[in-house]
């Protein structure tokens, strides 16, 4: 949720876009999954090392692309807002919320899998349990079958997860045009 605001106003003001940009251009391109020593050393094996991780590997992600939604919000729309007097609460709050929405919808959806993977990576690596303890474990006996069945019903959960963020967008923004 982080990435919502960080992303309006990257995408509002060229100025915080100039000064964000860079440092989130050399972040992302750090390998979330080499955090995970440093998040064990600081945080614990606990489920906190986890949802940083995920916070770590999709933040900067999502807070782009929340930025280039804001960013081609088209010109005639933010000219007519002021023409008919809006204030920039109004600009935030009825045009650049609502015509963003769709676009954040699916910036998580697509950033979802990035987090299912990074889940797992952290249970492979810092867990006592979980689907990737299972895969880990299963290897060390060369349990194939075993790690076919984790990596189906890691499949089939993040088919679901997909597929329920589709059909929620499709349930909250029926009035986009763009879907």
Known sequence: MFAIPIGILMGTFPSIRSLMEPIIGVVRYMPAPAFI??????L?????????????????FNTLMIMDAVKFIPR???????????????????VITPYIIPNVIDTFRVNMA?????????ELV????????????????????????CLIVLGIIGFA??????????????WSITR
């Open 37 to 42: 020593t440093l998040l064990v050393i600081y």
């Open 44 to 60: 614990g094996i606990g489920e906190t090392s986890k949802i940083m991780l995920i916070f770590i590997g999709t933040i900067f």
């Open 76 to 94: 005639e729309l933010i000219e007519v807002t002021y023409t008919l007097g809006g204030t920039r609460k109004q600009f935030l709050f009825k």
């Open 114 to 122: 990035a987090a299912w993977n990074l889940v797992v990576v952290a």
């Open 126 to 149: 810092a867990a006592d349990n979980g689907l990737g303890q299972r895969i880990l474990l299963a290897q060390k006996f060369l349990r194939t079958d075993e790690i076919f069945a």
């Open 161 to 174: 997860l997909d597929l329920s963020f589709r059909l929620f967008l499709q349930w909250t923004c029926k």
